[in-house]
C-alpha cells in the first residue's frame, strides 16, 4: 500500500532564505507527483505536476525534483518571501489518475 | 482566482435540514470531483464523475447526494447531516479519467458547520 510522507510537519524561516520541502513515498509505480499549496481555510492550488518520466519542473521561484528509484520528491523555493506562507502538500498518482494519495503537509511560515 | 467556482463559501445547517453545496467549471473538463478535508488533514475523496456520470463512490453515506446536472456543474445534496460531517467540502476537476498527466483543479471549498 503506497504511504506518502512529509517531513517536517512545520518549518519557520526568515524571508529571503531558500528552503527545501521533502516528500517521500513508498512505492516508486507511480504516474506522476503532485506538489499543491493551500492557504487557511482555502482550496488547494496546483503548482507543479512530475511525470514519472520526468527528474524535474521549473515554475518561477519554485522547483520540483522527483526521484523514483529512492521515493522521493523535493520542492525547492528560492528567495522565500512572506507570502509563501501555507501549507504544502504533496500527492502521488499510482494506479488511476483519479486516486490521489496524498502526504499530510508540511506548514511553512515565512518569517519578515 | 480559482478557475473552479464554489458556492455558498460557508454554510451552517443543523441536523435536520437539506441544502446543496454547488462547483461549477468552465474549462472543458471531464472529470468532476467531491473532497472532504477536516482540519490539518489531507482531503479524501468522496465522488468522481466523469462525463456527467458518477464513476467512483468510495463508500460515502447516503445523507450526502452528488448530482451532475451538465458538464460544467457538480451539486451536493446534504440531508440529515451528523456533527462529525463539519468540514472544508473540496470540489475539483481534471481534463479526464484517461488523462493520466493533468492535474486537478480545485475550488476554494464551501465550509460546512453542522449544528
Known amino acids: 500500500k503506497q504511504e506518502v510522507t512529509q517531513i517536517p510537519a512545520a518549518l519557520s524561516v526568515p524571508e529571503g532564505e531558500n528552503l527545501v520541502l521533502n516528500c517521500s513515498f513508498t512505492?516508486?509505480?507511480?504516474?506522476?507527483l503532485q506538489w499543491f499549496r493551500q492557504d487557511p481555510g482555502k482550496g488547494l492550488t496546483s503548482l507543479l505536476l512530475i511525470q514519472s518520466s520526468q527528474r524535474e519542473q521549473t515554475s518561477g521561484r519554485l522547483n520540483a525534483s522527483l526521484d523514483k528509484s529512492s521515493g522521493r520528491s523535493t520542492l525547492y523555493i528560492a528567495a522565500s518571501q512572506p507570502g509563501d506562507s501555507a501549507t504544502y502538500l504533496c500527492?502521488?498518482?499510482?494506479?488511476?489518475?483519479?486516486?490521489?494519495?496524498w502526504g499530510a503537509g508540511t506548514k511553512l511560515i515565512i518569517k519578515p | 482566482d480559482t478557475e473552479v467556482t464554489q458556492t455558498p463559501k460557508h454554510l451552517v445547517m443543523g441536523m435536520t435540514n437539506k441544502k446543496s453545496l454547488k462547483c461549477e467549471q468552465h474549462?472543458?473538463?471531464?472529470?468532476m470531483y467531491w473532497y472532504k478535508q477536516k482540519a490539518k488533514k489531507p482531503p479524501e475523496l468522496m465522488f468522481v464523475y466523469s462525463y456527467e456520470k458518477l464513476s467512483i463512490n468510495e463508500s460515502v453515506p447516503s445523507r450526502f447526494s452528488p448530482e451532475c446536472p451538465n458538464s460544467s456543474l457538480l451539486n451536493l445534496h446534504l440531508h440529515a447531516l451528523q456533527p462529525e460531517d463539519s468540514a472544508l467540502y473540496l470540489c475539483?476537476?481534471?481534463?479526464?479519467?484517461?488523462?493520466?498527466?493533468?492535474?486537478?483543479?480545485f475550488g476554494d471549498g464551501t465550509r460546512l458547520s453542522i449544528l
Open positions: 500527492a502521488v498518482s499510482q494506479d488511476s489518475n483519479y486516486q490521489l494519495i
Open positions: 474549462m472543458g473538463h471531464r472529470a
Open positions: 512505492d516508486s509505480a507511480i504516474y506522476n
Open positions: 475539483a476537476s481534471s481534463q479526464g479519467l484517461g488523462e493520466f498527466n493533468q492535474p486537478q483543479h
